[in-house]
């Protein structure tokens, strides 16, 4: 069975504190990782990663993937307290389909 | 522009009545999809459509009924819903190029629904 895991499920930090939150896969026909941050409704999409090894950033968020080891990690640099949310990674396992992982609850304390 | 629309923002309905949400994007996507989402947990997804056709069904209840009349717009028609319906419907759209290998989601804000 296909399955995405997260972790850690919830972490709480201090704003200027950097976290990094983890991803890993077992999915029979991997096709790219997307990592998604979700405030109260809409998931927003940060990164989708498809190669391994090459960092993908966008301001002080970036995401790396490693295929041989299957998994997937997401930073942020200088916490705001606007980085709270869910952030939910999903594999994408053939034509369409999304398999998200259970997310991790980021919490950061001004 | 990357939105995708969804009307209404909150539903409440009695366990006989008929309802359906809306689901809009003018990205010119040719696949969308419907999701459930319960509280604290992922989404699940419910339906796809590729160019107006429904491609995938995960064994979802027929008192779900998805229509895609055209390429911009998905609905979800629901009828005779459980308690247990509850929870958060997102509308997704991607572009689904042919020959593209991988496909980036794009959400909407949701429907929250409730059951009573």
């Known amino acids: 069975e296909d399955k995405v895991v997260q972790s850690p499920l919830s972490l709480v930090v201090h704003e200027g504190d950097t976290v990094t939150l983890n991803c890993s896969y077992e999915v029979t026909n991997f096709r790219s990782l997307l990592w998604y941050k979700q405030e109260k409704k809409a998931p927003t999409f940060l990164f989708m990663l498809?190669?391994?090894?090459i960092e993908k950033k966008s301001g002080r968020l970036s995401s790396i993937l490693d295929k041989k080891e299957l998994f997937s990690i997401l930073n942020i640099t200088a916490t705001q307290t606007g980085d709270s949310a869910i952030y939910l990674c999903a594999v994408e396992e053939g034509a369409q389909k999304l398999v998200f992982g259970q997310g991790t609850r980021l919490t950061i304390n001004p | 522009d990357t939105e995708v629309t969804q009307t209404p923002k909150h539903l409440v309905m009695g366990m006989t009545n008929k309802k359906s949400l809306k689901c809009e994007q003018h990205m010119g996507h040719r696949a969308m999809y419907w999701y459930k989402q319960k509280a604290k947990k992922p989404p699940e997804l419910m339906f796809v459509?590729?160019?107006?056709?429904?491609?995938i069904n995960e064994s979802v209840p027929s008192r779900f009924s998805p229509e895609c009349p055209n390429s911009s717009l998905l609905n979800l028609h629901l009828h005779a819903l459980q308690p247990e319906d509850s929870a958060l419907y997102l509308c997704?759209?991607?572009?689904?190029?042919?020959?593209?290998?991988?496909?980036?989601?794009?959400f909407g804000p949701g429907t929250r629904l409730t059951v009573l």
């Open positions: 498809t190669s391994s090894g």
């Open positions: 997704a759209s991607s572009q689904m190029s042919r020959g593209l290998s991988t496909d980036t989601q794009y």
């Open positions: 459509y590729s160019y107006e056709k429904l491609s």
